[in-house]
């Protein structure tokens, strides 16, 4: 597609709940990061794919979080046994790029519009 | 380590005033610097980059411009409009594949 997509958009989870968000990467893209964002805050890194390689998941706040990328296209974030502070907007941006990559320039990263995760 | 610090807002101009929002910046060895924008119910979308020391970054009448002795890269609009109102969020990206957002600006103009 033209974009980065994220589904759901919007998910309600009763504490203890699992939970699977998608990512759909821009087509080609080759390196796809999840970030969360708190309310009033700026997102914060969980993890990163080249490809289907998951090269880092030092972002991820504790085992609770799981990501993958099977395919090295589409990528799935899965929070089990949620938490109420779990509850933020769970971003996902691709690049073309590969991140510290050489060549120069920057690694521009797209991102999707977000899933909101709000834990009841 | 690496870190953003930008201006606490929210911000509230007329529309026409002049813009700045600024943003400081800890890195270790060279990053690139970006802002990016956030419009109600839509992601984050690139606004502009500068990727070296006294580079000038860009977009939409927006600009920022990358300066190492301050270690800065506040944001600027000679008029803003009112589809200017949104979030505004300074970044950095070192040699590595994390980027590290400042915590955003919230900007309103009013007709």
């Known amino acids: 597609g033209a974009g980065v997509s994220q589904s759901p958009r919007y998910k309600v989870a009763k504490r203890g709940q699992d939970v699977a968000l998608r990512c759909d990467p821009i087509s080609g893209h080759v390196s796809l990061f999840w970030y969360q964002q708190a309310l009033g805050q700026g997102p914060e890194f969980l993890t990163y794919?080249?490809?289907?390689?998951?090269?880092?998941k030092s972002g991820l706040p504790s085992d609770r979080f799981f990501a993958e990328r099977p395919e090295g296209s589409v990528s799935t974030l899965k929070i089990q046994r949620t938490q109420q502070e779990d509850s933020a907007v769970y971003l996902c941006a691709s690049s073309s790029r590969l991140a510290g990559g050489l060549g120069g320039g920057a690694n521009v990263l797209t991102f999707g519009a977000g899933s909101r995760l709000t834990v009841l | 380590g690496n870190s953003v610090t930008q201006m606490e807002g929210p911000v509230t101009l007329s529309e026409e005033a002049f813009l700045t929002i600024n943003c400081t910046y800890t890195a270790t060895g060279y990053p690139s610097l970006f802002w990016y924008v956030q419009y109600p119910g839509e992601g984050l979308q690139l606004l502009l980059k500068a990727t070296k020391a006294d580079d000038k970054g860009s977009n939409k009448g927006f600009e920022a411009t990358y300066r190492k002795e301050t270690t800065s890269f506040h944001l600027e609009k000679g008029s803003v409009q009112v589809s200017d109102s949104a979030v505004y969020f300074c970044?950095?990206?070192?040699?590595?594949?994390?980027?590290?957002f400042g915590t955003g600006t919230s900007l309103t103009v009013i007709p």
């Open positions: 970044a950095l990206s070192n040699t590595g594949n994390q980027f590290y």
């Open positions: 794919f080249q490809n289907e390689a998951q090269l880092d």
